[in-house]
């Protein structure tokens, strides 16, 4: 679920690796996510995280399937996968020692905003395309979610994405503050903040 890589001395690369579903955050993929920041905790050596998706997306958001009404998971399962959701995306990610860069291709939705917000810089794709697209499918963005996009955006483009579910381009992303640069090769740009931020 997670590619876990050390390209350089005191970087950690890491990649969102369930491209079959365009990277939507499943159980496996949120209980290794957070295992993988728990242990960048206790990891002093490493400076610098990127994440990225693998297979053309960051990441379709929350695997609503996975972890809702018609999942085929077990009661104990579900509890414990929520509760690691929480954990990453409230705690974790948030109080990480080290500096976060994020790369994003394709979709970057609902439930892997949090992830955006929190790093020092994020680099995206031309075509990626970033939003709240949870009223399509007749949810209300989640709290923490939409605190996140919150913390980011301005109040105006917070309404627009929660309120229409529509995407917005990276450029437009990048007016309203979600992201840094828009770069036809965003790892690689993600990579150059973390080798300048590790040395």
Known sequence: ???????????????????????????????????????????????????????????????????????????????????????????????????????????????????VQCAQQVAAHPEAKFGLPELNFGFVPGGQILKSVGLAVPAKALSYMALTGKLIEAEQARRWGLVSEVSTEPLAQALKWARAAAA
């Open 1 to 115: 679920m997670l590619k876990i890589e050390h390209p350089e001395p005191g970087i950690r690369l890491i990649g969102l690796d369930r491209a079959a579903k365009r990277n939507a955050i499943g159980v496996e993929l949120t209980l290794a996510l957070r295992d993988a920041l728990w242990d960048l905790r206790c990891a002093p050596q490493i400076r610098s995280i990127v994440i990225h998706g693998i297979g053309g997306h960051f990441s379709a958001g929350m695997d609503l399937k996975d972890f809702f009404d018609s999942s085929s998971r077990d009661a104990q399962t579900l509890r414990q996968a929520r509760a690691a959701t929480e954990e990453w995306r409230c705690h974790l990610i948030r109080g990480l020692p080290q500096a976060l860069f994020v790369a994003v291709e394709g979709y970057c939705l609902g439930g892997a905003l949090p992830l």
